[in-house]
Each structure stands twice: as structure tokens, then as C-alpha cells.
């Protein structure tokens, strides 16, 4: 039973005459993507433009470091404490397009009143595998 039900499928397979074709196609950015992941890796220290937000400046280092823990605390994004004379500055995030920023922003803006978006020279966002 099972060699007639074999031969009847391989009959009907040679039976149709059109050929299969696949087609890949790239999605839309993804060049310029693979060209972002290869830049970061040979130069992990280089800058681009990009956008954070700031949540404190002051001249307290230890009030820096606790709004900084509490960030951490609360968010997965990426905190540093800046010291740019003659203040401390905390900025959270690290995003290529005010769009993406803006998400973080409009979520953290009543915790931190004086948070402000920030245009500036980043380093590249980390790579999440």
C-alpha cells in the first residue's frame, strides 16, 4: 500500500512542468545596519551623532551617583555620570534619532523633572545578542 501510495506521488510530482523559484530579498536598512555593526566593531571607541537625556546636573557627586542608582534601578538603558566642569552630569541612553529618544523621554519626564533631551556625539549603542 505504501509503494503504490509512493509511486502515485512521484507520478503527480513529474506530472507538473513549472520550476520552483525562491526569491530573498534584503529589507529596507538593513545595509546600512550591517555597516553601523561592522564600524562599532572595528572602532568601538568612534562617536556619532546621536541623542541622550540628561536627568541631573548639579555639583554634588554622590546626589549624581544616587540619581544615577536609581535610574538603574527602575530602567535597562544606559547611565553614565559625566564630570564636566564644574559639574557632575547624568545622562541615560543612547540613541540614533530623537524618535527613539523620545520614548525613554516621555516615560522618565515625571520622575525627573529637569531631564532634557540632548543632541551630542555618542559612542554606538551596545549590541544586544
Not at 547611565?79 to 523621554?105: A, H, I, Q, R
Not at 525627573?112 to 559612542?123: G, H, L, N, P, R
Amino acid at each position: 500500500m505504501n509503494k503504490i501510495i509512493f509511486l502515485l506521488l512521484i507520478f503527480i510530482c513529474s506530472l507538473s512542468e513549472g520550476s520552483a523559484q525562491i526569491r530573498v530579498t534584503k529589507p529596507a536598512g538593513l545595509e546600512g545596519l550591517i555597516y553601523g555593526r561592522t564600524a562599532q566593531r572595528k572602532h568601538p571607541d568612534a562617536k556619532i551623532e546621536g541623542y541622550h537625556i540628561l536627568i541631573f546636573n548639579g555639583d554634588n557627586r554622590s546626589k549624581a551617583e544616587s540619581v544615577k542608582s536609581r535610574f538603574d534601578a527602575e530602567y535597562k538603558h544606559y547611565s553614565e555620570v559625566v564630570w564636566d566642569e564644574p559639574n557632575f552630569k547624568v545622562y541615560v541612553g543612547l540613541f540614533k534619532t530623537k524618535f527613539e529618544c523620545m520614548s525613554l523621554f516621555n516615560d522618565i519626564k515625571g520622575k525627573y523633572q529637569t531631564a532634557i533631551v540632548v543632541k551630542d556625539k555618542i559612542t554606538y549603542p551596545p549590541i544586544n545578542d
